[in-house]
């Protein structure tokens, strides 16, 4: 903590890397500059003395980043406080006895959390920052001479059909759904929403080929005739067709594209998970002409009643400090310990 404001971190920063206040920091820092390395120390206090010794707590969180499986539980793939009160009892003659409680508080102390896992996606992308943030200076500052619309496809929309109605909602009792169903196959929504004005242009197809993204463009550009388009969209490959390049050199259409595993910065995604809840999700479908029907309507529904634009408030700053947190995090070369 000292280290790094000696080095010229700010106050806020290093709080925000050790999860704690920005008092807190301040006080250590005074402490090590009144009284230099000893005012780092522990002061005297009231009360019985600590029995597990520093050395011994930095034991036990050495053992709980470490993988169980790989020496003291073979197939567990992540550690309990019990389990790992267990093995230390087993293995650590040295610490003894000592129980999950107190391995949890341990953990705790230290913000590990052996019992929770967050996916992420490693960037592949050399151009990751750049092309990131040339989309997101598209959503703060628009261009004037054109319209910004965010292009995405929602493959695989089942068409389910449940195999007995369902019952209403009642006083104390919510709405009930049955729970199988059959298939009636699948289908697509290529969607594009204009960030300006929140309206959204959709069309549904059973494929989603080139000819199919190629005839949502030609029906778009209808829709917005004489104006110049910019479209944000991701590096599928049917989007980089020639069928469809084609189509750009006749019209005034920029494509502007995501980094890779940069699809969370497509606004579409927002209103793709709108839909998800308010159409998709609950529905009845008999077969796959009555749910593209259904999508449909919903996007009739939306235009009508709930269009506005999204409030983006994720500046290029934002992505600098997340691509600078993730470049902390140096993750360690390993194989796999389940065969």
Not at 100 to 115: A, D, N, W
Not at 178 to 191: N, P, V
Request: hydrophobic share 40%; glycine share 6%.
């Amino acid at each position: 903590m000292v280290m790094q404001l000696v080095k010229g971190d700010s106050l806020e920063k290093v709080a925000d890397y050790w999860h704690c206040t920005k008092k807190t920091v301040k006080k250590w820092a005074d402490r090590f500059y009144k009284c230099g390395a000893e005012g780092l120390s522990d002061l005297p206090r009231i009360g019985r003395p600590q029995i597990y010794t520093p050395d011994i707590r930095l034991k036990v969180v050495g053992l709980a980043c470490q993988y169980p499986g790989e020496s003291y539980l073979p197939g567990v793939t992540h550690w309990s406080a019990r389990s790992l009160a267990g093995v230390i009892a087993k293995h650590f003659k040295e610490i003894g006895e000592i129980s999950f409680e107190t391995v949890r508080r341990i953990l705790k102390s230290h913000h590990l959390k052996p019992h929770r896992i967050k996916y992420f996606l490693t960037r592949t992308d050399p151009n990751f920052f750049a092309k990131a943030k040339k989309v997101i200076e598209l959503y703060l500052t628009p261009p004037e001479d054109g319209v910004i619309i965010c292009v995405d496809e929602r493959t695989g929309i089942q068409a389910l059909e449940r195999k007995y109605p369902g019952l209403p909602m009642i006083q104390g009792h919510c709405q009930r759904q049955e729970f199988e169903y059959k298939r009636h196959g699948t289908f697509c929504l290529i969607a594009g929403l204009n960030i300006k004005t929140g309206r959204v242009f959709g069309e549904c197809y059973e494929r989603h080929t080139n000819v199919e993204f190629r005839d949502f463009l030609e029906k778009l550009i209808d829709l917005y005739p004489k104006q110049k388009l910019y479209i944000i969209l991701d590096n599928l490959k049917t989007h980089l067709h020639s069928n469809v390049k084609e189509l750009l050199i006749d019209n005034d259409i920029e494509f502007i594209f995501l980094p890779f595993h940069g699809s969370w910065l497509n606004q579409i995604e927002i209103w793709f998970g709108i839909i998800n809840q308010k159409c998709i999700r609950r529905s009845d479908f008999k077969d796959k002409e009555m749910g593209m029907e259904l999508v449909l309507q919903f996007v009739n529904t939306w235009n009508t009643n709930w269009a506005h634009p999204f409030n983006w408030k994720y500046t290029v700053n934002d992505l600098a400090k997340l691509l600078g947190f993730e470049e902390q995090i140096i993750l360690p070369k390993y194989s796999s310990f389940i065969a």
